[in-house]
């Protein structure tokens, strides 16, 4: 993904926030050289907010022939999207043309550089189930903790595989106009604020958020990239 050094994170924290409040995303397992396509799973999934992540998916799934072959993956999640027309992209105060504008898409994107570890024992499944729960759950839900003890449940925990996802590198990107002048981005944000499409609200905080502050003069030395202290490069041996 190109990540120019306006549009990267500004912190390690924004892009930790958009895995935990967005968890929905794309597993993308690349899986063993003789491989055309990766195999790619949308999935819900739950982040303990530092570099851990947990899912479970049905044994029937393809991903886990595609695991087996490399226990490594991609996990994906694009949010806060917004079609920005030609004319409200283009900047009058800068004598800019509307008739000749480029249009453009923001968007806030997560690429999560992933071990993976399969887990197979059913009580650390139950266990997984139990947190994925307690997630997603709405407050004051009847469903209970997931026992080994109960036939339902233990029948259904026999059918599916949990994946513990250990985070190695993020390659993150923040969409929202980086490189325009703070009064150009107050007026898009302005102009989708007025649309209010689908996700206009949540690029207009996204931009709105991320005007410089008032010493805040230059992108040096910024990337999207980000290495998670406390693990392993990519494909090196753990």
């Given at each position: 993904m190109l990540v120019h050094p306006w549009d990267a994170s500004n912190h390690d924290d924004e892009w930790r926030a958009v895995l935990h409040e967005f968890d929905f995303g794309q597993l993308i397992a690349p899986g063993g050289p003789d491989r055309v396509l990766p195999v790619v799973v949308p999935t819900h999934f739950t982040f303990d907010g530092?570099?851990?992540?947990?899912?479970?998916?049905?044994?029937?799934?393809?991903?886990?022939?595609?695991?087996?072959?490399?226990?490594?993956?991609?996990?994906?999640?694009v949010t806060d999207y917004a079609y920005v027309p030609a004319a409200?992209?283009?900047?009058?105060?800068?004598?800019?043309?509307?008739?000749?504008?480029?249009?453009?898409s923001y968007y806030a994107a997560v690429q999560a550089e992933v071990d993976v570890e399969t887990v197979e024992d059913p009580?650390?499944?139950?266990?997984?189930?139990?947190?994925?729960?307690?997630?997603?759950?709405?407050?004051?839900?009847?469903?209970?903790?997931?026992?080994?003890?109960?036939?339902?449940?233990?029948?259904?925990i026999g059918g599916i595989r949990g994946l513990r996802l250990t985070i190695t590198g993020v390659n993150a990107k923040f969409k929202y106009g980086g490189n325009k002048t703070?009064?150009?981005?107050?007026?898009?944000?302005?102009?989708?604020?007025?649309?209010?499409?689908?996700?206009?609200?949540t690029a207009v905080r996204r931009i709105l958020g991320r005007l410089p502050e008032p010493t805040e003069t230059s992108w040096a030395g910024r990337s999207?990239?980000?290495r998670v202290p406390g693990t392993n490069e990519p494909g090196t041996p753990r």
């Amino acid at each position: 993904m190109l990540v120019h050094p306006w549009d990267a994170s500004n912190h390690d924290d924004e892009w930790r926030a958009v895995l935990h409040e967005f968890d929905f995303g794309q597993l993308i397992a690349p899986g063993g050289p003789d491989r055309v396509l990766p195999v790619v799973v949308p999935t819900h999934f739950t982040f303990d907010g530092d570099h851990t992540v947990q899912l479970h998916l049905a044994k029937p799934n393809p991903v886990w022939r595609a695991l087996a072959e490399r226990p490594r993956a991609l996990l994906t999640v694009v949010t806060d999207y917004a079609y920005v027309p030609a004319a409200v992209n283009s900047d009058a105060g800068a004598g800019e043309d509307p008739a000749f504008g480029v249009p453009t898409s923001y968007y806030a994107a997560v690429q999560a550089e992933v071990d993976v570890e399969t887990v197979e024992d059913p009580a650390a499944k139950a266990a997984m189930l139990a947190t994925a729960l307690s997630h997603f759950e709405p407050a004051g839900s009847l469903r209970a903790a997931p026992a080994l003890d109960v036939p339902r449940d233990r029948r259904q925990i026999g059918g599916i595989r949990g994946l513990r996802l250990t985070i190695t590198g993020v390659n993150a990107k923040f969409k929202y106009g980086g490189n325009k002048t703070a009064e150009h981005r107050a007026e898009i944000a302005a102009a989708l604020q007025a649309r209010n499409g689908p996700m206009d609200a949540t690029a207009v905080r996204r931009i709105l958020g991320r005007l410089p502050e008032p010493t805040e003069t230059s992108w040096a030395g910024r990337s999207g990239r980000t290495r998670v202290p406390g693990t392993n490069e990519p494909g090196t041996p753990r």
